[in-house]
């Protein structure tokens, strides 16, 4: 059993769509159990990978006995399993977590909606270890299409959101094809560990540059890199509450490691930031990347301050944090890298936490503009609370887990002289305590008697507590603690398993 948990992590949340749409026709009740079961399998699997790879290294799994380049293979390492832990443990606690939301909102679409999220995460998971370049591009296009559906089924203008979406969607996806396509023209091989192979005799060729470049400009459209992110702030916005807080943490974040994979896993370090086909005149690409990485960053932060509507400047936020990632992968160093992947891990669950809180605020509030967030630390002080440690993180406050992943950002700045980064990464964290701080301000100074949350009836004037259902809360207090721990235990998490990701010839 235990040689087969690659095949499991993926085939548990893509069996537990098939018989959720079933039973979705039958008897909606079995629809949540199941896919209850099916992802929690998928985590179970990823916390025996990761310890798996912990003990004895890099593991391969060969889909029906095929050996590579023709067989498809799941390749485990320090990396990927890390990456499979956090999406199938965020996917399995936001299914918990929205119980309560997904049954009182949808009460007509529990099937449809459970068979889009569990076939989704599916596609995710088999992103982030399958092996075979064009595979990828298949789950790419699986965790896409059900990630469009999903974002439609919220109302006001989910629709006309999740239209844009389509397009850019299918733009980015359509330049990570053309990618493959040109990988396979000059390699004929489809296997990522065999195209890193042939690729150093052919990097004078212009195909591969092209393939380079095309694939580095798609997954920059799909994790929404600025000024490529029109389609996530609607998207993420008027997507249902239950569907915003599984795909803001992961999305983008899967992006992210699949470009850090790209870099890895099929053309080399070496060839990505320092080939001179790539330089800008006096600047190498790795360089203008890191220019770009920090105007996002500070573009993210700026346009979340004009923003009135607390999930929406929420979605900012993720922008400029995908700045952070970007830029640190083109550091090009150990440090600035190290930083990347830590704050894969940490903003995911940084921003399930804002979510989850936002949403518990959206179940008893409604209206989620900042003037009706009024009294909210009287009222609902535990997700109040729960959204402060995760403001915090995001901010940078030790010993929050988003302080750690900016320190090893900022040494990688540092490192490679590149203060404009590390500028950008200091304004940020400042905007983001005006940003904070304003909510704060309003939640916990505001007049109970204000707002739209006191006409619709959800007010309270004597500040009696009326707090989200316990289905909500434990796991949001899960998450909330989650960010300290991970904070505490960065430097076992950078050791044992971060610093083995990385290879060698990075220093």
């Not at 909102?105 to 889009?116: A, N, Q, R, S």
Request: hydrophobic share 55%; net charge neutral; proline share 5%.
């Amino acid at each position: 059993m235990t040689e087969h948990y690659p095949a499991l992590l993926v085939a548990a949340p893509l069996l537990s769509a098939f018989f959720i749409s079933i039973f979705g026709w039958i008897n909606k009740r079995f629809c949540f159990p199941i896919g209850i079961v099916g992802l929690g399998l998928s985590a179970w699997s990823a916390l025996h990978l990761l310890l798996r790879v912990m003990r004895t290294g890099v593991l391969e799994y060969r889909l029906g006995g095929w050996a590579p380049p023709w067989g498809i293979v799941y390749v485990v390492d320090y990396l990927n399993a890390l990456v499979a832990l956090l999406v199938s443990v965020i996917a399995f606690i936001n299914l918990v977590a929205t119980y309560r939301s997904v049954h009182e909102e949808f009460p007509e679409k529990i099937g449809p909606l459970y068979t889009l999220y569990t076939l989704m995460v599916t596609g995710l998971l088999g992103m982030v270890i399958t092996g075979d370049a064009f595979n990828l591009y298949v789950l790419l296009e699986i965790a896409s299409l059900t990630g469009y559906g999903l974002v439609a089924m919220g109302g006001d203008r989910a629709p006309l959101a999740s239209l844009n979406y389509v397009y850019m969607g299918t733009i980015g996806a359509s330049f990570y094809l053309l990618s493959v396509g040109y990988l396979y023209m000059v390699t004929g091989s489809l296997n990522m560990a065999d195209i890193a192979s042939i690729l150093p005799d052919m990097y004078q060729s212009s195909a591969v540059y092209v393939a380079f470049i095309f694939l580095i400009v798609g997954v920059w459209v799909k994790m929404a890199f600025f000024p490529l992110h029109a389609w996530l702030p609607s998207a993420y916005t008027f997507a249902p509450n239950p569907v915003s807080s599984l795909v803001a943490p992961l999305v983008t974040k899967v992006m992210v490691y699949v470009m850090i994979r790209a870099i890895f896993s099929i053309f080399t370090p070496q060839f990505a930031f320092y080939h001179p086909q790539f330089a800008l005149g006096p600047v190498t690409m790795d360089e203008a990347v890191v220019w770009f990485a920090a105007i996002a960053i500070v573009a993210g932060a700026v346009m979340a301050l004009s923003e009135r509507n607390l999930k929406r400047m929420l979605c900012y936020i993720i922008i400029s944090e995908v700045g952070y990632m970007v830029g640190g992968v083109w550091l090009a160093n150990r440090m600035g890298i190290t930083g990347a992947i830590l704050h894969i891990v940490n903003d995911a669950m940084m921003t399930f936490c804002l979510f989850l809180a936002t949403g518990a605020i959206a179940y008893k509030v409604k209206d989620l503009r900042l003037e009706n967030l009024t009294g909210l630390f009287r009222k609902m002080p535990f997700t109040m609370a729960a959204f402060t440690v995760g403001a915090l993180s995001i901010i940078g406050i030790p010993p929050t887990c988003g302080f750690f992943s900016k320190w090893y950002l900022i040494l990688g700045s540092l490192h490679a002289g590149n203060y404009v980064f590390l500028t950008a990464l200091l304004l940020s964290s400042l905007i983001s305590v005006v940003l904070f701080f304003r909510v704060f301000e309003m939640g916990y100074y505001g007049d109970l008697s204000a707002g739209s949350g006191h006409e619709s009836g959800h007010g309270n004037h004597e500040g009696v507590i009326d707090e989200a259902p316990l289905s909500m809360l434990i796991p949001l207090m899960v998450v909330t603690v989650s960010l300290i721990l991970l904070g505490l235990f960065t430097g076992f998490m950078v050791n044992n398993i971060i610093s083995l990701a990385i290879p060698g010839d990075i220093y």
